[in-house]
């Protein structure tokens, strides 16, 4: 009987607080998703080359970083 007098004042409660309304966080500016502005730097074929390059040069850093500690090691 406890549970049943419980349940049934348990759904009016969580109905109501979905009513109420909601404080959002929001940020102060506002972006157009748009092709050009999804990435945080330039793009397009211009600077698809140096982009590559960097990206690359990179990548190849951080790989190459264990073998190159392992050589001074020996």
């Known amino acids: 009987m406890i ?3 419980a349940s049934r004042r348990a759904v009016p ?3 109501r607080a979905l009513r109420q309304p909601q404080m ?3 940020r102060a500016m506002h972006i157009e998703n748009t092709a050009e502005t ?3 730097f ?3 074929p211009s600077v698809k080359v140096p982009i590559a390059v960097c990206l ?3 990548l190849a850093g951080g790989f190459s970083l264990p073998f190159i500690a392992a050589r001074f090691q020996m």
Do not use: C, E, I, S
């Open 3 to 5: 549970a049943a007098l």
């Open 13 to 15: 409660v969580a109905a």
């Open 24 to 26: 959002q966080a929001r």
């Open 38 to 40: 999804v990435m945080p």
């Open 42 to 44: 330039k793009q397009g």
């Open 56 to 58: 690359t040069l990179f």
